[in-house]
T-cell receptor, first 115, second 110 residues
Framework: DGGITQSPKYLFRKEGQNVTLSCEQN?????MYWYRQDPGQGLRLIYY???????QKGDIAEGYSVSREKKESFPLTVTSAQKNPTAFYLC??????????????FGPGTRLTVT | GQSLEQPSEVTAVEGAIVQINCTYQ??????LSWYQQHDGGAPTFLSY????GLEETGRFSSFLSRSDSYGYLLLQELQMKDSASYFC???????????FGAGTRLFVKA
């Protein structure tokens, strides 16, 4: 089955520790995205990547880092510099269709709690 | 700046029709998309308007008016399972950056 997987579903960390969230897709999509969602709020873009070895900052990139060494993988590291990391993190992917927008396929999300 | 505005909550009765509005401020975008998200779940794509006008997909329809910087999602024959959050989103021209609205929580009552 094609889709996007994120692991783990729940993650607990102590303040001051870096943590890496996994995102893998087998849809052969070019573009991948990381969003943060806080309770009762919308999705805010952290980073996005159009092709391998290239990625761009979104609206709230501070305290986060990403890599895109393979087309199917786009891991997100939440660093200790992120002031309020507890949130629901969603990874998504989409086909590169040039100037036309295409739907984004989302993974099941990782709920990160930092204490 | 770039932003999308949606009502925070809408309540409707089972079997009724409900309209969720989205007004936006953005310098340029390819089209307006709508996503549904149930509590604790991932957003799923519902519809996309590249051009002005109405797009219909089963019980769901979506509308876009670029001249009015406005769009809406129309849900007909509401069912209890339609209770969820609905987000409008745009992909900004010149790249892959996508902006989402804060979402509208729809409550469907029996």
């Amino acid at each position: 089955d094609g889709g996007i997987t994120q692991s783990p579903k729940y993650l607990f960390r102590k303040e001051g520790q870096n943590v890496t969230l996994s995102c893998e897709q087998n849809l052969n999509h070019d573009a991948m995205y990381w969003y943060r969602q806080d309770p009762g709020q919308g999705l805010r873009l952290i980073y996005y990547s159009q092709i391998v070895n290239d990625f761009q900052k979104g609206d709230i990139a501070e305290g986060y880092s990403v890599s895109r060494e393979k087309k199917e993988s786009f891991p997100l590291t939440v660093t200790s510099a992120q002031k309020n990391p507890t949130a629901f993190y969603l990874c998504a992917s989409s086909i590169d269709v040039g100037t036309a927008a295409s739907e984004q396929y989302f993974g099941p999300g990782t709920r990160l709690t930092v204490t | 700046g770039q932003s999308l505005e949606q009502p925070s909550e809408v309540t409707a009765v089972e079997g009724a029709i409900v309209q969720i509005n989205c007004t936006y401020q953005t310098s340029g975008f390819y089209g307006l998309s709508w996503y549904q998200q149930h509590d604790g779940g991932a957003p799923t794509f519902l519809s996309y308007n590249a051009l002005d006008g109405l797009e219909e997909t089963g019980r769901f329809s979506s509308f876009l008016s670029r001249s009015d910087s406005y769009g809406y999602l129309l849900l007909q024959e509401l069912q209890m399972k339609d209770s969820a959050s609905y987000f409008c989103a745009v992909r900004v021209t010149g790249g892959f950056k996508t902006i989402f609205g804060a979402g509208t929580r729809l409550f469907v009552k029996a």
